[in-house]
């Protein structure tokens, strides 16, 4: 073998720069993401804020939230239940898991949503044995969904 056929090896030393490089620029693009988000005025991604997602979607089934129409307000009983219904899931797939005060929370957030669910249901009732307009078969119905738009 000749001196120029014998292999060569080739030792990066710069490994560790770059290794650090790349790190620093992924640093920097989570701390622009978080940026964007916190501009957007978006909470952070925590269990307070997966409660809160689903609290408002119960909510608003439940008559929170006015029509955009301004007729009354928009009562989806069906999506109200399944919000509510997805939070106790989450209690119970949770239990043990929790900080206190978050299970807390989340105790008396399924707790009083069940109770407005059951007051808007029997209000609901009542109106439709009364005759209420928009109570009736055939009456003004949140997005086709069945679900009564109570007007004040």
Do not use: C
Request: proline share 5%; net charge negative; no cysteine.
């Amino acid at each position: 073998m000749t001196q120029d056929d014998t292999p060569k090896i080739q030792v990066d030393s710069d490994w560790k720069a770059e290794a650090k490089a790349e790190q620093e620029k992924l640093a920097a693009n989570e701390a622009a993401n978080e940026e964007k988000q916190d501009a957007r005025g978006l909470p952070p991604a925590d269990f307070k804020g997966l409660m809160s997602i689903l609290a408002s979607q119960a909510m608003m089934g439940l008559g929170m939230v006015q029509d955009p129409g301004g007729k009354g307000v928009m009562v989806d009983l069906e999506g109200s239940k399944f919000a509510i219904d997805l939070l106790g899931v989450l209690q119970e797939k949770t239990k043990g898991n929790l900080e206190d005060d978050e299970d807390k929370e989340l105790t008396q957030l399924v707790t009083e949503l069940q109770s407005r669910f059951v007051q808007i249901t029997q209000l609901i009732a009542q109106q439709a044995a009364a005759g209420a307009p928009g109570m009736e078969a055939g009456g003004d119905t949140a997005a086709g969904s069945g679900s009564p738009i109570i007007t004040p």
